[in-house]
C-alpha cells in the first residue's frame, strides 16, 4: 500500500455479516486484503418452475415477472499473511497461525452455530422442540457505494498457496459465488430487505441517468433505414 500523501483513499469491499434477518448489529465485518480484479454477475429472469400454460396464458404473462431477477455474484479474493508478517509484534495472531482465524470467519458465513445446534439438539430430545433447518447469518456484500446488497453464499472455494514452517497457510484465493437476496426473501422490517430495496433503487436511478438522446438517435436510425 503506497503510503504517497495525494494517493486517493482506496475503498475496501467487505463481507459483513449479521447474526439473523432481522438482526441490526453485525457480528464481524471480513474486509479484503486486496479488491478483486474481476467481478462476474448473472441476473436470469425470475419464472414459475414447472408451471403449464396454455398458449393464450403464456402469450398474457410474456411480459410479465414473479419479481426481481435473480442476480448472483462471483469474484475470487487474495489472501496473502506475508504483509503482516513484517512486523509479527504488530500481528501476533496471524504470525502464530496465519491465514487461519480469516479463512474461518469466511467459512463460518456457511455454519449455524454449534449454539443453536446444540440448544435444538436438547429441546428435541426433552420433546419441546423438533429439529428443523438451522438459520445462517445474513451476509452483506459490500463493494462501493452502489452495491450494498444482501447474498447468500452459495459456495466458498479455498486454494491455500503457501505455507510456513507450521503448515499454517499463509497465501491463499478464496473464490466466492454468492446468491443476491430480493426483498422475496427478506422479512418485512429487516435490514437485509432495505438493503436490497436502496440497491434496487440506486440501479433504477442510475439507469435514468443514461443519456436519452441515444436511445433517440438509435429510434431515428431504425425508422429511416
Known sequence: MTTFPNSPNLLKGALIAFPSQTAVVPTSVILFQYNPQQVSRSLAQRTEAGAEQSKSTAQDDAQKTLGPPEE???LSILL???????????HAIVAAMGLHPV???LEMLLYPSTTQVLLT????????AELSPQELPLVMLVFGGERVVPVRLESISVTEEAFDPLLNPIRARVDLSMKVLTYLEQPQGSV????????Q???EVSAALYPTTVVTDVITQILEA
Request: aromatic share 14%; hydrophobic share 40%.
Open 192 to 199: 437485509g430487505r432495505a438493503a436490497y430495496l436502496t440497491y
Open 121 to 128: 439438539t436438547a429441546l428435541s430430545a426433552l420433546g419441546v
Open 103 to 105: 479463512l474461518a470467519a
Open 201 to 203: 433503487v440506486r440501479k
Open 80 to 90: 496473502d499473511a506475508t504483509d503482516y508478517l513484517e512486523s509479527p509484534e504488530q
Open 72 to 74: 448472483s455474484y462471483f
